[in-house]
C-alpha cells in the first residue's frame, strides 16, 4: 500500500477513536445502569426493540468497533509478528468489515426482537 | 526472549503496552461478543438463557475484566488523541495516572453494581 | 582505600560477542566516557568506542549505560552506577561495528529520507524571496523549530524507540523531529515533498507515543511531539488546512 494509503489508514483509526471515544463512554454507562439489580432480557429489548436511535446508535458502533479494531490488529501483526503487505492489509480490512458485520446484524436482531 | 525493563519502566511506555495489550484483547473479544449476541438474540428465551450463563462466576469475573480492558484503552486513547490532536507535551504523567484512574473506577463501579 | 568500579563492556562485532569486565578506579567528577578511556588507554587498547568534542556538542559518544542510551562524555557515573557496577553495551538498533562503536549510517540515511536538509525557496527570478529575512523569533512556527533544532544526532533516542527495532523501515524519532524543525521554517520550499516523505507506515504515522525518545534525548528535545505536530499537519492538510 502507498504511504497515503497507510496515512489513510491512521485517519480511519483516529476517527473511529474519535466516535469510539463517545460511544464507549455511553456503552459504559449503560453497563452500569443495566447491570444494577440484575441483567434482564426484558429490560434490554424494551430499550432497543423497535428504537432507531438505539438502532443507529449499536450500528455506528459496530462499525467503527470492527474497523478500529481490525487496524489495530494490523498493527501489532507487522510489528509483532512481521505480517505486511497488500494480502495482509487485504485480509485485515475483510475481518474489520466482517466483524462490524457481526454487530450490525446482533443489533438489528434486538432491534426487531 | 528476555524483555529488558530498564530502558522501558518510563510511565508513557507502560501507557502504550497497557493500550496495546488491552486493544489487543478487545480486538479478540469483539467477534466473539457479537456472535454470542446475535446467537442470544433468537428471541428473548434464548437471551433470557444466555443471560442466565453469564451470571456463573467465571464469565462474571471476565466481564469484569472487560470492562476494566475497556475503560483502560478508552483512557489510553484519549491520551494518544490529546497528545496528536492537541499537542499535550508536559502533562503526559498526570495524563497517565489519571487513565489509571479512571480505569480503576469504571471497574470498582461495575463490582458494586454487580454486588 | 581508593573505591573501584566493576564494568562490564560488550566486546565483540556483527556476528555476535560477550561482556569483558574491568576494574576501574573510581574518581569524583568522573564521566562515564573517562572509564572507558582510562580502560583503552590503561587495560586494554584494542577496546573500540568513539568520541569527538567531550563536551556534548557532536553525538558521537552515545552507549547503553546500565540499559539506557545516554550521552558518555556528559553522564557523571556517580548519576548512573548501581552497587559499584557499570553495564556498557553498543547503542541498541544499530549495526555494530566493533565493541562500543556502531554504524551509524542507517541512521543519517533515514535523515535524507526524511529530507531532512534545507532547500532555500526560489524566485522566478532568482532574487532573495520576500519573507527571507522576516523571521520573528517569537513566531508560532519558529518557536516549534527552535524546540528541535539542537538536535546533535547521537542517536540516543533512536536506540530507545521500540518501534524501529520492530519495524525496520520506520525513520524514527531524529529524523522526523529534523524533518518538523524543516516543516516550521517559513523560508524552506521542499514543505510539500518532506510531508509526503515523512508520512505512512515507515514515517510519522508508525510512533506509538511511547515517548521514550523524549525521556532520553539529552538536550532535552521531545522528537515524540515533533512526530504528532507532523501527524497534525498532515491531518488537516488533507481538507487543506494549515495548523
Ligand atoms: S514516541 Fe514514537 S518515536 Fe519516540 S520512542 Fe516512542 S514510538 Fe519511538
Ligand atoms: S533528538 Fe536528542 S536523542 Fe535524538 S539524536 Fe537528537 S539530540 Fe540525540
Ligand atoms: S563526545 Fe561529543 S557529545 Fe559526547
Not at chain 1, 89 to 96: R, S
Not at chain 3, 49 to 59: E, K, L, N
Not at chain 3, 80 to 98: F, M, S, T, Y
Not at chain 3, 120 to 144: L, M, N, T, W
Request: hydrophobic share 50%.
Amino acid at each position: 500500500m502507498s504511504a497515503r494509503g497507510q496515512q489513510h489508514l491512521w485517519v480511519a483509526q483516529r476517527v473511529t477513536a474519535m466516535i469510539l471515544g463517545v460511544a464507549v463512554v455511553v456503552h459504559l454507562v449503560t453497563i452500569l445502569v443495566a447491570v444494577r439489580g440484575g441483567l434482564s432480557a426484558a429490560e434490554i429489548i424494551g430499550r432497543v426493540s423497535g428504537n432507531e436511535a438505539w438502532l443507529m446508535f449499536y450500528a455506528v458502533f459496530a462499525l467503527a468497533a470492527g474497523l478500529h479494531g481490525a487496524i489495530g490488529l494490523r498493527g501489532i501483526a507487522a510489528e509483532w509478528l512481521g505480517w505486511r503487505g497488500r494480502r495482509f492489509d487485504l485480509a485485515w480490512l475483510a475481518i474489520g468489515l466482517l466483524t462490524a458485520a457481526f454487530g450490525i446484524r446482533a443489533a438489528a436482531g434486538l432491534y426487531a426482537a | 526472549m528476555r524483555i529488558d525493563t530498564r530502558p522501558r519502566s518510563h510511565p508513557t511506555y507502560i501507557a502504550f503496552l497497557v493500550h496495546r495489550i488491552s486493544g489487543l484483547l478487545l480486538a479478540l473479544f469483539l467477534p466473539l461478543h457479537f456472535w454470542a449476541l446475535s446467537r442470544a438474540i433468537q428471541g428473548e428465551a434464548a437471551l433470557e438463557n444466555f443471560l442466565r450463563w453469564t451470571d456463573n462466576g467465571l464469565v462474571k469475573a471476565s466481564e469484569t475484566l472487560l470492562v476494566i480492558l475497556l475503560a483502560a484503552h478508552l483512557a489510553g486513547g484519549l491520551r494518544v488523541l490529546a497528545l496528536e490532536f492537541l499537542g499535550w507535551r508536559s502533562s503526559q504523567k498526570t495524563l497517565v495516572a489519571a487513565s489509571a484512574g479512571v480505569s480503576l473506577a469504571a471497574g470498582l463501579l461495575f463490582l458494586l453494581n454487580v454486588g | 582505600m581508593q573505591e573501584t568500579l566493576k564494568v562490564s563492556v560488550w566486546r565483540g562485532d556483527g556476528e555476535g560477542g560477550a561482556f569483558q569486565d574491568f576494574r576501574v578506579p573510581a574518581q569524583a567528577n568522573q564521566t562515564v566516557l573517562d572509564v572507558v578511556t582510562h580502560i583503552q588507554r590503561e587495560l586494554d587498547p584494542t577496546l573500540a568506542y568513539r568520541f569527538a568534542c567531550r563536551v556534548g556538542m557532536c553525538g558521537s559518544c552515545a552507549m547503553v549505560v546500565n540499559g539506557r542510551a545516554r550521552w558518555t562524555c556528559r553522564t557523571h557515573v556517580r548519576k548512573v552506577v548501581q552497587d559499584g557496577r557499570l553495564e556498557l553495551r553498543p547503542l541498541a538498533n544499530l549495526p555494530v561495528i566493533r565493541d562500543l562503536a556502531t554504524d551509524m549510517a542507517p541512521f543519517f540515511d533515514k535523515w535524507a529520507r526524511a529530507k531532512g536538509t534545507f532547500q532555500p525557496k526560489d524566485s522566478a527570478d532568482g532574487a532573495v524571496p520576500e519573507e527571507f529575512h522576516v523571521v520573528p523569533p517569537s513566531s508560532a512556527k519558529r518557536q516549534a523549530a527552535d524546540a528541535g533544532i539542537e538536535c546533535i544526532g547521537c542517536g540516543v533516542c533512536y536506540a530507545s524507540c521500540d518501534i524501529v527495532a520492530w519495524n525496520g523501515a520506520y525513520l524514527g524519532p531524529a529524523a522526523l523531529n529534523r524533518a518538523w524543525t524543516l516543516v516550521n521554517d517559513v523560508r524552506d520550499g521542499a514543505r510539500r515533498d518532506r510531508l509526503d516523505a515523512v508520512a505512512g507506515d515507515a514515517g510519522c504515522h508508525a510512533c506509538h507515543s511511547t515517548q521514550s525518545c523524549t525521556e532520553r534525548c539529552p538536550k532535552g528535545i521531545d522528537p515524540s511531539g515533533a512526530i504528532a505536530g507532523l501527524k497534525r499537519t498532515l491531518f488537516w492538510g488533507m481538507f487543506g488546512l494549515d495548523r
